[in-house]
Structure formats: structure tokens, C-alpha cells
């Protein structure tokens, strides 16, 4: 940050004028008294807002009639406007996270009224005419009168325009749902690792939530998705809270439509036996007007009920001549029957024909308990604090379900969340400091669920048949009888191999992976607002924060190994490792690791010292993984006149990325060089923002907007644990008879005995990880620039339509590539290596002596030349919305959006969404310069048409009770569907065989959620609640996901198919449908053979489904 900057803070912090801006937990009133009569601006009217549990605020008009008063926590005030003998009263006036409300008045200037009240009815308009913020705000009204499909706050964010659910959570705006930030009162929360939600807040607690899809402030930053602003209940001067309980069934819920697919010998499908919770908030005053306390507990119960299919391949029909299947007749083709000793195939999808055997349900249970704690102080209406404290501890048991049941996991975590915030007016309200500091903590732990099973190792079989599996590990007597071949007069199917585990693995063992892990981020902000007059109204705001980001992050398996048993063939023994130099003198790395050298040109093996990486808690196996952020910021918000309005920032960044600890200051014995604390900083990350508003009416009912921005991506822990982190597995490579004797459990040799043998490994070694990664010179932020424009009316109270147009792009990304065949990865921005940093090297190169270190920076220098050659990431957001709200008091409430979008480019974001691998700035997508090919297009998120439409109304009868029904509609277009294949390197879903989008799209999908109240008052303003929610309404279980792969990286076997054999394939450049049957298959070192690919029968087909039709129960007593 320039000296400049520095000192521009300086003078906002200590320059005593005005300050009037709201805080993140907080939003404004503001407005401007006229004349009734002339127009003219009143001066010296003194206006005073009020609420239960807000100390009283007040402020007079100054010489243009104009009054704003901020620090508002979100809820219900009454504005009372004095001037001379007159009082006139705004009731009902809604003031949301974030939001200015503004109340505009006309009165006389005479002061006539003789000391009457004059009470207004009606709301005040609900346009901020001071923001450009995209988006909603979602009260608690929202919450509990819209069937929202779930109990935590993420599940209400799919209301916003503009966004869209992905595997992880809602998307905003074309982005992917990694790419957002999470505030719980005030307090970053945001997910480390992934940037997932990070605290889960149960609905009960939650007072609002204020979802910004765009055009936000220099306040806001650290995400290239949306920003969700959550805010928890507080307590006020009356006692008050509620007791509740919600129920859904296992019996509520309809049957899950079937999807086609290629049946193991073992199926799994979850149903939910029950959701549960129940639990209490309360709050209210300890001092009145001084102090107030709010708490909540909630324990929720899930059981997930897993139904436990073994079955058999048939051999007894056949596809008659008009494409039908015969009946099953499994007497031999010779007798007249169908048997042929090939496994039957469905004709219409390819798949096996199975047959049930038997069926067992194993449950998963979890339980949680939902935490929270509040204390508001007001030392004065100037001087206040809050502490804000979640706790939500949880477990879960889950039993094996390809294997025995007793070979299942358990785990434990909890989620810790502190948030200590002050506000200080001074200088008779000039100056407004706001002060806080936050902790976000989250830990897991994963273990075996049978304690003597944590020592064991994990071992996959792949291969064998589940019948001798059955008899070695208690499978039922009908799964052992059904699934034995040659079992005398009870097997049915003599010919084949009845159960056989080719295609699902069958788990013993320990629990494999074991977890200690722990998330921390520690938040510190400061910021100041103050007001001046010049030319109009200047509102600057400045502020200063910093993270510190840090993880720990477990390596460890059960038994100190995992085992990949690919029965008779070959059995892998992987491990974690750490590496050193053959001349570390280290005691610890006691055992000798060797691998193929990845530069093919050298060849041979490389050498090095290994540690072997023990279980759970011994040395080496807790990562801990640290990035430091820090940011500041300025911003006008000028008010030319009360109702034009420009708003002007700027926003700088930084972001420390830091090797793992065990590495800081050790050699990298691969490269020679000493790793430092720092694996990559990225400086200079200025994010200008600028907006302008005008409302036409002159009264808050009316804006005119358009903002441009830039927005830096805050670059999630993964990285730093993946490329900076040195994750490194040792595999060994055994014939099975090195292993021992047979099994007869297995029916081969057991591969314990190859993790514990001191004989050396037959068929090779290899270190994945070791090569490590380079960060390419000049390497700058991943950002995206951002336009909006729009307007908003309010035809009439309450109700208001809006219009607005979006266009997001990426600007620059941050990603892995490879150049050389993925033997070396260098974190870069793709299509873009500076000139400058160009010259900078080959300086360096030019004045170094000929050797090895000169040899070594030509040969970098080069791959970061070939960074250019990639194409640079495109993701093209460009959408118009049209919105729509009303409300008539409390009784009618509706909301509408109608979203137009287009999402297009080669780069979905932090999500790879075609081959579902979930590593942000670190994917597959830019490995290989080959797999670019075909991916521009319609991207996964492009979903062109939206609709939403939400709802409630409530008809009171007085005594006789409250009436409320509520909806929740949404239809959306389908996905684009692409045609994948395998790569050789990569594995499947790699390759875009065809342009991406040019095979089609799903179907349109819509459904509808309905909820039903009744409640009824009781004495002493206590009123009793029972409602009822349906889900999926009329059990549209549309497509969620299609199988884009074209060509599977193991073709299926079927008859005379040449079932079995290995296929990948290459792209067909700019190609169509047609070319696929040209397209031939690519041997394991990338040549092209003259085998044609074969068609995975399952191509274009659904693979996932919306959930069905279900129902909710539940109860509340509110006091």
C-alpha cells in the first residue's frame, strides 16, 4: 500500500466529522423533510427512532431537510418527527442488514397541530436508493412462512436471482459456490479448505439474511461468487422466545424413481429414516436498556437408512429378433433354453441383467447440537458492544457398506464460532469507530468404528466373486447360497460366474484415511465512517482487516498403509511418506524410497531417504497448512443532491501462501533449494469499485443504477496442503504370491502380508507427489470485472419491480500447468508469462557459469515460456433479471425473479464440474495442453432460463387462530451435455470429444413446495404453532446430472464385445456427432491404435435424479 493511501486513512480516521454508515450487521434510516405546501426543505426538525432492545437514536434535519441515522441491528422501528407544536409518527418501518430505508416526510411548516399525534400508516418504500448491491434480504418471516428445503441458512439462498444450487452449495451470479463468503455477525466464516459454508446456522436463530449477488462496495471482498451476510437474533427489552420441533418421517417420503444403471454385485440406496429437531430460544433483558442476553439450543437427529442389495448376473435370456428380451429360460442354448455362458445384457441400456438375493438395511445415524449465546451492552446509545458466541458439536456412525458392517467408521467434530464487536460515536455523533474481532474453528476426527480395527490397515479387493468373499466375511446364508458357483443344486446360473466384483469393490479392514483435523481463522477489522459537507453530502468509509488462515491436516492411514488388491493379479501397498536427501542424517527417515525419474530424457531411478508416516498422531502426520490475508479499503458515497448519489472506492489486497510447516527451512532434496515461509504472495491487488444512483421521485421510491467492479478471489487453504505441502504416497507394486499363501477368505493371497514383508516389491515403486510444483515469475491474483445496471420502481406501497442486467468476467486466473507431459506443475496464470519477468530470468541465466544450476533455470525458463501456449480461461456471465415484491403488511407477502442467462467459456471456475474433481486453483482442467481442446462453450452453470416464485399469506381470525399457507416454486432449464472420454494419463472424463454443449440439453425441470400453518393464541401473548411442509409437491424427480461420458476408460464388457479392455481416446477437434464413429482408441503411452472406441451404453442418459416428494411436520410455541 502506497504512502499515499496510508496517510488518506490516517486523516479518515481521526478527522472529526459526522458519521452515518451502517456496518455489516447493521443498516440506516434516512430521508428528507419538506414543506407541504412550497416544497421547500424543513431545517431543525428533530427526528427520534425507537425500538424494543435499540437504545434511542436521534438527529436533527440539517439545511436541506436531510436526516440519516445508522447502526441499526436489522427489525421493526417507529420514526417520530418533531417540529415545533407538531409530532408526526412512521410506524412499521423495516430496516434490513446492509440496507438504507428511506422515510421521506411532508409536514407543515407553521408547526401547526397543537401538540397532536398524527400516526402514518403504511410501510416506507423498500429501495435503497444508496446501493447498487444486487440481491435479496431474507427476514425471519421468510423463514418461517416459506417451505425452505432445509433447516440451516444455505438452504434459503437459492431464492436470490441469479443463483443456482452446484454439489456444494448455491452458486451466485455464474460463479461456482466455492467462489462466496460467509458473514455470521460480522464475522468471516467461510469454509478454509474448500470454501464451503464454514458454520451452518440453524433458521430458528437467525433475525435476517442479506445475499449480495453483485455490484457491492469496496467494503466487501475476498470472493468472486456472492456475499452472504448473516445476522443471529439478539435480545430486547421484553422477554420473549419460542420452543420448536420439526419432524420428517422416513413414511412422508415417496419412492425414489429408479435410475438406470450398471448393477455390481452389491447395490447401496440411501432413504432418509428420519430428520429430526427440537429445541428452545430465548432473549431478553438483564439491565433494561443496558443489557441483554439471547440464547438458543437445538439437537438435531438424522438417520439415514442404506437398503443392502447383493445380487446375481443371469444366464437365461436372450434379445428376441423384434428387440425384446425373452423370458428366462436357463436351460443350455443345446436343450432349448437360453444359457450360453455369457452374462445376460438389457438391450435397451447394455447393462447386466441382475436378479435380487438378498437385502439389508444398515442406518447411518448423526446428531448435532446447535449453539448459541449473545450479550448486547449499550454503556450509551453511543457506546456499544456485542459478544456473539456458536458452538455446534457433532457425530456420526457409519456402518461398511461394501463390506461387513463392523468395518465402518465414526466421526466427530465441532464447529466454534466467536465474534466481539464495538461501536463508538463521538464528537456529539461526528465520529463512528467500529471495532471487531472474530474466530472461526472448525474440527473432524475419523476413525474406525470397532476400536481394534484402528491399527489395521484398509484393503480394496477388486476382482473375485462375492460368494467365497460371503463365506470369509459373514455375508448372509441367502447371500452365500445365491452367490456360490458350483454350489450343488443351488446354483442357478452353472455357466457364469454368478456374483462376480469386477466393476465395485468389496472393503475390509480398518477404517483407511483416519482424520485429526482442524480448521482456524482468526479476523481482526477496524473501520471508520464520517460525513462532510462539500458540493452535497460525502460519506467516506475506511477500514483496515486482517486472517490469519491456518489448517491442520491429517496424513495417516489405519495400519500405517493401504491396500489395493487386485485379486491374483497384483497387490499395492501405498503409504505416506516424507522424503529426504540420502545424506539427511535425520533418524526418522529410516527406510529407502525409489521411483522412475520423471525427466524421460535422463531416465533411470531416482533415490531418496523415505519416513513412513505412522498412524494417527505420530510425527509427520499433522500438515499444518497457513495463508495470511490482508486488506484495506476507502469509499465515498457522495450525495450530489438527496437523490442522486455516487458511490466511489477502492480496495486492496494481499495473500501470503506458505509452504507446509515441515518444510519451512528444510532442502528440497529433489531440486537442492531451500524452501522458504512464503510459497507464493500476491501483492497489488487493487479492486476499484464505482456506481451512480438517481431517484427520480425525490422519496426513495424510484433508482436508476449501474456499478462497475473488480472482485479478487481469496485463494482457499486446498493449494496451500496440495502443491505447497509436498503430499507424497509410496506405492509398492507385489505379485500376490509375495503376499503369502491363499486366503480362503479372499480366495488368493491376503494383502496384509505384502504391507508387513520385508521382501522387495516385484513389479515396481513409484513416489506420486515428489516432483513438487514452481510458481511461474510475475504471478499476479485470480480476478473477475463486473457491470451492472438497473432500475426500480414502486408503483404503489409495497410493491416494487426492478430490471437489471449482469456481464461477469474473468480476468485473470490462477491455475496448475504442465508442460511437460504432467511430470512438472507450475502454478500460473494460463496464457500468460510476463515479458518482463522473461528478461529477468535470462538476465540471470546470462551471468551464471555453464553447470547444473544454469541447466536447471534454462529448462524452467522454457517451461514457463510454454505457460503462453495455453488458452486463457474464459467464463462469460451475462444475464438481465427482472424482480418483483410485494407486500401488504404482515398478511401477503410475494416474490418473483425471472432470470436470463448465458454462462460461456473453457473455465467453469473453482468447480470441475465435468469430472467432478473439487481442488480450487489446482484442477485438471490446465494439466495438459491437450485436454483444452473443444472445452469452450456453454458451461456447466448455463442454465438460460430461471423462474422463482415465492410466497405466503396469512388469514387471521382473531381468537379463533391464524391461517397461513406459503409456496415456493422453481423451474429452470437443463444442463448442456457434452461427450467425454478417457485420457491415458488422466483417467475418465478428461477428454471433450466434441465441442462443449453440442450434444444438447436436459430437459426444463420445475417443481413446487407448499407449506400449511395453524396457530393459535393463548394467554399472556403466548400463541401455539403446527404446520406442515411439502416438498416436490406433485414428486417431479427431474434430471440432476447426465452421463456425458461417450467412451468409459474401460470398455464395457458384454458379448463379443471384447469386454474389459482399456480405452481412451482424443479429441475430435471442432467435430460433430457423426465423427464419434471414427474416433479410435489411444494405448497407454498416447498413441492412437486403429481400435475404434466403443459407446458407453449409458451415454446421455440421467445418472442423478431431484430428490422425491416428501413431507415435514412440526410445532412451535413462541411467548
Known amino acids: 500500500m502506497s504512502l499515499r493511501s496510508v496517510v488518506v486513512v490516517a486523516l479518515l480516521l481521526w478527522f472529526p466529522v459526522g458519521a452515518l454508515a451502517q456496518s455489516p450487521t447493521t443498516g440506516a434510516i434516512q430521508g428528507v423533510v419538506t414543506d407541504s405546501k412550497s416544497g421547500d426543505a424543513l431545517a431543525g426538525v428533530t427526528v427520534i427512532i425507537t425500538a424494543s432492545g435499540v437504545s434511542t437514536q436521534s438527529q436533527i434535519t440539517d439545511s436541506r431537510g436531510a436526516y440519516k441515522i445508522a447502526n441499526l441491528p436489522p427489525g421493526r422501528y417507529l420514526v417520530t418527527f418533531y417540529y415545533l407544536d407538531s409530532t408526526i409518527e412512521r410506524s412499521d418501518i423495516i430496516v434490513g442488514i ?244 455369457t452374462a445376460d445384457i438389457d438391450p435397451d441400456t447394455g447393462f447386466f441383467i441382475t436378479d435380487d438375493v438378498d437385502s439389508e438395511v444398515r442406518a447411518t445415524t448423526l446428531r448435532t447440537y446447535n449453539t448459541l449465546a449473545k450479550l448486547n451492552y449499550a454503556l450509551n446509545p453511543q457506546q456499544q458492544g456485542q459478544l456473539a458466541v456458536s458452538y455446534v458439536p457433532g457425530s456420526s456412525r457409519r456402518p461398511g457398506l461394501f463390506g461387513p458392517a463392523s468395518y465402518g467408521r465414526k466421526s466427530s467434530g465441532a464447529n466454534t464460532d466467536v465474534s466481539l464487536k464495538w461501536t463508538s460515536k463521538f464528537n456529539n455523533d461526528r465520529t463512528e469507530v467500529e471495532a471487531t474481532l472474530g474466530l472461526h474453528r472448525d474440527s473432524f476426527t475419523l476413525e474406525a468404528i470397532d476400536d481394534t480395527l484402528q491399527g489395521t490397515p484398509q484393503q480394496i479387493l477388486i ?325 451492472v445496471a438497473g432500475a426500480e420502481y414502486e408503483f404503489f406501497d409495497d410493491f416494487k419491480l426492478g430490471l437489471s442486467i449482469q456481464d461477469r468476467r474473468y480476468g485473470r486466473v490462477i491455475e496448475d500447468v504442465s508442460v511437460d507431459g504432467a511430470n512438472t506443475y507450475i502454478v500460473a496464470n494460463p496464457g500468460d508469462f510476463p515479458k518482463d519477468e522473461e528478461a529477468k530470468l535470462q538476465r540471470r541465466i546470462d551471468a551464471m557459469e555453464a553447470g547444473a544450476d544454469r541447466d536447471l533455470l534454462e529448462k524452467q525458463l522454457e517451461m514457463f515460456r510454454g505457460i503462453r501456449i495455453f488458452d486463457k480461461p474464459r467464463r462469460d456471465y451475462t444475464a438481465m433479471q427482472i424482480t418483483m415484491s410485494r407486500r401488504f403488511k404482515n398478511k401477503l407477502y410475494t416474490q418473483a425473479s425471472y432470470t436470463f442467462s448465458r454462462t460461456r467459456g473453457n473455465y467453469p471456475g473453482l468447480i470441475s464440474y465435468d469430472d467432478n474433481v473439487i481442488l480450487p486453483n489446482a484442477s485438471t482442467q490446465y494439466d495438459l495442453i491437450e485436454l483444452l481442446a473443444n472445452r469452450i462453450g456453454p458451461l456447466p452453470q448455463d442454465r438460460p432460463h430461471y423462474v422463482k416464485l415465492d410466497g405466503y399469506y396469512t388469514h387471521d381470525k382473531g381468537k379463533i387462530g391464524a391461517f397461513t399457507v406459503g409456496a415456493r416454486f422453481r423451474a429452470l432449464s437443463g444442463i448442456p451435455q457434452n461427450a467425454l472420454g478417457s485420457h491415458y494419463l488422466y483417467g475418465d472424463s478428461q477428454s471433450f470429444l466434441l465441442p462443449r454443449g453440442t450434444i444438447g440439453r436436459s430437459s426444463f425441470e420445475h417443481g413446487l413446495d407448499l407449506h400449511v400453518g395453524y396457530a393459535r393464541p393463548l394467554k399472556r401473548q403466548m400463541k401455539f404453532e403446527v404446520f406442515f411442509d411439502i416438498y416436490n409437491v406433485y414428486d417431479n424427480q427431474g434430471t440432476f446430472n447426465v452421463d456425458d461420458s461417450y467412451a468409459n476408460g474401460v470398455r464395457q464388457s458384454q458379448p463379443n464385445g471384447g469386454g474389459g479392455s482399456l480405452q481412451n481416446a482424443n479429441p475430435v477437434s471442432g467435430g460433430t456427432y457423426d465423427d464419434l464413429l471414427w474416433v479410435k482408441t489411444v494405448n497407454d503411452d498416447g498413441g492412437e491404435t486403429n481400435v475404434p472406441i466403443g459407446r458407453n451404453p449409458n451415454f446421455r442418459k440421467t445418472i442423478g435424479r431431484y430428490g422425491p416428494a416428501y413431507g415435514r411436520i412440526g410445532a412451535r410455541l413462541t411467548f
Request: aromatic share 10%; proline share 5%.
Open 98 to 341: 446492509q440496507k438504507v430505508t428511506p422515510v421521506y416526510l411532508k409536514m407543515g411548516a407553521d408547526g401547526g397541530g397543537k401538540g397532536e399525534v398524527v400516526r402514518i400508516e403504511g410501510h416506507a418504500p423498500t429501495i435503497d436508493p444508496t446501493s447498487t448491491a444486487q440481491g435479496i434480504t431474507i427476514d425471519k418471516d421468510y423463514l418461517k412462512n416459506i417451505p425452505v428445503p432445509g433447516r440451516t441458512f444455505e438452504s434459503a439462498l437459492g431464492a436470490a436471482p441469479g443463483s443456482q444450487g452446484d454439489v456444494l452449495g448455491v452458486a451466485f451470479s455464474g460463479s461456482t459456490s466455492l467462489e462466496n463468503q460467509y458473514i455470521v455477525d460480522g464475522v468471516n466464516t467461510t469454509g478454509l479448505t474448500f470454501g464451503t459454508v464454514g458454520s451452518p446456522v440453524i433458521n430458528d436463530f437467525i433475525e435476517e439474511i442479506e445475499i449480495i449477488t453483485g455490484g457491492y462496495n469496496a467494503e466487501f471482498g475476498r470472493a468472486t461468487g456472492g456475499i452472504v451476510n448473516v445476522v443471529t437474533k439478539s435480545g430486547s427489552n421484553e422477554l420473549k422466545g419460542s420452543i420448536f420441533g420439526y419432524m420428517q418421517p422416513g413414511f412422508l417420503t415417496a419412492p425414489a424413481v429408479e435410475t438406470p444403471s450398471n448393477s455390481s454385485s452389491i447395490d447401496v440406496v440411501g432413504d432418509v429414516g428420519y430428520r429430526a429437531d427440537l429445541g428452545f430460544e430465548i432473549g431478553g433483558p438483564i439491565k433494561k436498556d443496558k443489557l441483554w442476553f439471547y440464547v438458543g439450543f437445538a439437537p438435531a437427529f438424522t438417520r439415514i437408512d442404506y437398503t443392502r442389495t447383493t445380487k446375481t448376473q443371469t444366464d437365461c435370456r436372450r434379445t428376441l429378433e423384434d428387440g425384446t428380451r425373452s423370458d428366462c429360460d436357463t436351460r443350455l442354448v443345446t436343450q432349448g433354453g437360453f444359457a450360453d455362458g
Open 463 to 787: 476382482g473375485g466373486e462375492l460368494g467365497t468373499y460371503g463365506r470369509g466375511f459373514g455375508e448372509s446364508q441367502a447371500t452365500q447360497a445365491g452367490c456360490t458357483d458350483g454350489m450343488t443344486g443351488g446354483d442357478r446360473f452353472p455357466f457364469i460366474t454368478n456374483c462376480p466384483m469386477d466393476s465395485s469393490a468389496y472393503i475390509i479392514g480398518g477404517p483407511g484415511s483416519v482424520y485429526q483435523d482442524l480448521e482456524q481463522r482468526r479476523t481482526g477489522r477496524i473501520s471508520v465512517t464520517q460525513r462532510v459537507k462539500a458540493a452535497g453530502t460525502h460519506e467516506f468509509k475506511a477500514g483496515i482487516d486482517s486472517e490469519d488462515n491456518r489448517s491442520t491436516n491429517t496424513r495417516a492411514l489405519s495400519g500405517d498403509a493401504f491396500l489395493y488388491n487386485q485379486v491374483n493379479l497384483a497387490v499395492d501397498v501405498l503409504r505416506w511418506v516424507q522424503i529426504a536427501g540420502t545424506e539427511d542424517g535425520r533418524e526418522r527417515f529410516d527406510q529407502m524410497c525409489t521411483t522412475a525419474n520423471p525427466d524421460a530424457e535422463v531416465g533411470g531411478m531416482l533415490q531418496f531417504k523415505c519416513d513412513f508416516l505412522g498412524n494417527l498422531g505420530a510425527e509427520g502426520t499433522g500438515v499444518v497448512s497457513n495463508t495470511f490475508n490482508w486488506s484495506a479499503y476507502v469509499r465515498d458515497s457522495w450525495q450530489i443532491r438527496p437523490n442522486i448519489t455516487v458511490n466511489a472506492g477502492m480496495r486492496y489486497e494481499e495473500q501470503r501462501l506458505r509452504y507446509a510447516g515441515f518444510l519451512q527451512g528444510q532442502v528440497d532434496p529433489v531440486t537442492g533449494e531451500t524452501f522458504g515461509k512464503n510459497a507464493l504472495v500476491l501483492k497489488n491487488e487493487w479492486a476499484p469499485r464505482l456506481g451512480i444512483l438517481y431517484d427520480w421521485t425525490k422519496e426513495g421510491r424510484s433508482k436508476v443504477y449501474a456499478h462497475w467492479g473488480r472482485f479478487y478471489e481469496s485463494i482457499p487453504l486446498a493449494i496451500n496442503n496440495l502443491t505447497f505441502g509436498q503430499p507424497i504416497i509410496y506405492s509398492q507394486t507385489y505379485t500376490p504370491t509375495l503376499c503369502g499363501e491363499v486366503d480362503p477368505a479372499i480366495g488368493a493371497p491376503n494383502g496384509f502380508g505384502c504391507s508387513t514383508t520385508a521382501t522387495e516389491p516385484d513389479q515396481g515403486t513409484q513416489l506420486s507427489g515428489v516432483n513438487g510444483s514452481l510458481v511461474a515469475p510475475g504471478l499476479k491474483g485470480q480476478y473477475i470485472d463486473e457491470i
